[in-house]
């Protein structure tokens, strides 16, 4: 059975959200977990789980509830990490010099064949270089990508890479397509996902020279996947792409702008609801329909992103992930291994 290593220590929120929500993926999806950290906070949290349950808003706004669990029915492994790697950390050097901090100890884990897939919400950079570092590359993979997933107006996308490399060739572009595709099919069930390149216009002739190479190159091999052209940051939410390929600089600044646009919203809606008493009246009516829309919208929904090309699983969380994030990134996680999503970027890119 796919076993899930957790970094209990790492994220805003570490250790009682994580441990929470690992405890909850344990509970719901079935799945034997491994909480990689200090041992007496996880034991001290697993405790205070086990007597008073946890508080979680479930994935929809302004819905809290107590949730309680039987922990001793629950497969939950604890190893031991006497360090932590903290977010503003250079990571190449912290993984070097905290050899047992909890993230190496977590990647170390699914290496040695303990887990099959590591979840984290601690630093993004520390997750990936512990990753590359620890697990090495699919043979063929030129770097590794990052493989986001955010709404839009009828299903969700894939924005690759979404920050693992600011600095990209056509090539690395290429296989990040691959990679991606490959995600849209096994993890969100897109039969034929529709691939673009990121762009400022449509035209073939538009953006910098990586865009218009990383175009050239894609439609050379669009017998490999079904690539409609270049995609602009307008259309992306409208449902034109599924997935959608950029280097990670633009990759992670278009993530950080739509999540930040999604609570721009979401507060000035709330601000006119609660300007007067018809605003409130009318907010007040409007409040089933905004539950129906906040999970659509809510990266906690998607739990964090798959990093893609290493040898092994790893799912990087929100830094701020809270315990229904961290449940859904291990649901993430068990669905990579479990669709041998690996194996088949292998096939298709590997030598």
């Known amino acids: 059975m796919t076993r899930i290593a957790i970094d209990a220590m790492g ?27 200090k041992h007496d906070d996880i034991i001290h949290e697993l405790e205070k789980i086990k007597q008073n349950g946890f508080i979680s808003d479930c994935g929809k706004k302004g819905t809290r509830k107590r949730i309680h669990i039987d922990i001793s029915k ?10 932590i790697i903290e977010m503003g950390e250079h990571p190449g050097q912290a993984i070097r010099k ?58 969700p996308i894939v924005v690759i890479d979404g920050g693992a ?26 039969k034929n996902p529709r691939v673009g390149v990121l762009n400022i ?16 190159l894609l439609e050379k091999n669009k017998d490999k996947f079904n690539f409609i052209g270049n995609v602009e940051g307008n259309k992306l939410l409208l449902d034109t792409c599924d997935v959608a390929v950029s280097d990670g600089f633009v990759g992670n600044v278009t993530l950080k702008v739509t999540e930040g646009v999604a609570t ?32 659509r919208i809510n990266y906690e929904e998607y739990g964090g992103s798959l990093l893609l090309g290493v040898k092994g699983i790893t799912v990087i969380s929100h830094g701020r992930s809270k315990a229904y994030a961290i449940k859904n990134a291990v649901r993430v996680a068990k669905e990579a291994v479990e669709t041998g999503l690996n194996k088949k970027i292998t096939e298709m890119l590997g030598e």
């Open 165 to 190: 490399n600011s600095e990209c060739t056509p090539e690395m572009l290429y296989q990040f397509a691959i990679m991606g595709c490959l995600y849209s099919k096994q993890l969100l069930g897109i």
């Open 264 to 295: 721009l919203l979401f507060r000035l809606i709330k601000e006119q609801f609660k300007s007067s008493v018809f605003g409130s009246m009318v907010g007040l009516m409007a409040q089933m329909f905004f539950k129906k829309i906040y999970p």
């Open 98 to 155: 905290k050899k047992k901090s909890s993230i190496v100890i977590g990647v170390k884990s699914v290496v040695d064949g303990s887990s099959d897939a590591l979840v984290a919400a601690g630093s993004t950079g520390a997750a990936m270089a512990a990753s590359l570092f620890g697990m090495g590359r699919i043979s063929g993979i030129i770097r590794p990508a990052i493989a986001a997933t955010i709404p839009s107006l009828k299903k």
């Open 201 to 216: 216009g449509s035209e073939e002739t538009k953006g910098n020279t990586l865009a218009q190479e990383t175009y050239k």
């Open 74 to 83: 629950l497969d939950i492994k604890i190893t031991h990490a006497d360090e």
């Open 11 to 37: 994220g805003d929120y570490a250790p009682h959200e994580i441990i929470a929500g690992s405890v909850w993926a344990a509970y719901e999806y079935n799945v034997p977990i491994e909480l990689v950290g």
